[in-house]
């Protein structure tokens, strides 16, 4: 298995620190917003890799982080008139739904970088005892200068940068020793959750926070670090100076980068406005559309948002779904239940497309061509199953879509009863609505069960439903 490594600017082979195991570390959100899709592709291209490893059988120790402190946090917090940790447990409850509902698997610990100050507070006295950070009026700052190595992992010229970033001397950070020198701790405003340190009464800068969570759930030394690539500078050559020069030993051996989910050719942020959260996506398609969207793009690559896309991707996840039915349907209908000779050879064929998806994925991830593999599995299901193949052999084709899909976190079978609980849900949500006089609500479900092919009855003995 190969993984493009930024910090190389090559694919290189894959091998953990112990074998058989993987600890991999993904940057999480600042909670301050529900999530956007931006937000969403490093969540599920990572989720995806993760499973992609599990299934070749490593135990993957996943941490991704929650920003919870955070000048966005506490703009939101006085705008609202509550307190920060409200508005990031709120955000926090949010995203987990939202992962949930991408399929996006919890991680082994998400930490909080509330929780983990005194972590904060002792590498950066040790940063500071080793000459690599100094403390000016209570703001400690990290001194690019003594290490050698800073610049490694986003290659870039640290004298254009310095002069590049001369005007910083007048934004008020003058107190700096180098342009280029960067926050671990600084003093707090009026009104602005803090901690008390050695330094200042203040709170921890942004980069820090992974550098000591990391190093706490997964060792000094793990295997891979993640991000999007808007991370690469400052956040992560950050983070690599700060636990370098404590830890003295490499931080993280692969550094893998998703490329931007753009709108109209723009990255989708949250300051340009121009953003759809997973939410709202949610209120159109069913979450394993956006999956899908995500994965039919290799991870390094831009992808743009559109409609069509996503319409496509729609139109796309349903075809493997109607072959995984038909299949369902001929294994249950079947006269014969053995598998044949000729269908034994015919499933010995069929390995050739799990060889091309594995082959696919271990070339860095490459999901476009992991499904292409599938949809080539789908066209040798809808060829070679017929209603005169046995239940074994309609059986095993089926097995075998879902079991691809699954490595991916697509779900190709979808199951009658959790439909049915679904309408029973929305029933029992309309019946709700209409107690509390609600008429608006109550019809609004009312239109979206017809939407999904669903018609209501009102009867003397309850609502019934039937399928139009
Ligand atoms: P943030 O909440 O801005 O710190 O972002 C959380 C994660 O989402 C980081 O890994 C970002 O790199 C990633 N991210 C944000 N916007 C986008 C986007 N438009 N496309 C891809 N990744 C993004
Ligand atoms: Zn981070």
Known sequence: MKFYNTLTRTKQEFVPVKEGVVSMYVCGPTVYNLIHIGNARPMIVFDTARRYMEYKGYKVN???????????????????????????????????????????????VHPQATQEIDGMIHM??????KGYAYNVNGTVYFRTRKDEQYGKLSHKNLDDLRSGNRELKVTGEEQKEDPLDFVLWKPKKPGEPYWDSPWSQGRPGWHIECSVMSKRYLGETIDIHAG??????????????????????????????????????????????NFKTVREISEHYDLQVLRFFMLSAHYRSPLNFSADIMDSAKNSLERIRTAVSTLSDRAANASVQELTAEEAAKLEEMKKFRAAFEEAMDDDLNTADALAAVFDLVRFANIEVTGDSSAAFAGKVKEEICSLCDILGLIAEVKEESLDETIEAKIAERQAARKARDFARADAIRSELLEMGIILEDTREGVKWKRA
């Open 62 to 108: 996943y941490v991704s982080n929650f920003t919870d402190v955070d000048d966005k946090i506490i703009n939101k917090a006085n705008e609202e008139g509550v307190s920060s940790e409200e508005i990031s447990a709120r955000y926090i409850k949010e995203c987990r739904k939202d992962m949930a509902a991408m399929n996006v698997k919890p991680a082994t």
């Open 124 to 129: 950066i006295q040790k940063l500071i005892d």
């Open 228 to 273: 999007g690539e808007d991370l690469v500078f400052p956040h992560h050559e950050n983070e690599i100076a700060q636990s370098e020069c404590s830890n003295g030993v490499p931080f993280a051996n692969y550094w893998l980068h998703n490329a931007f989910l753009n709108i109209d050719n723009r990255k989708m942020s949250k300051s340009l406005g």
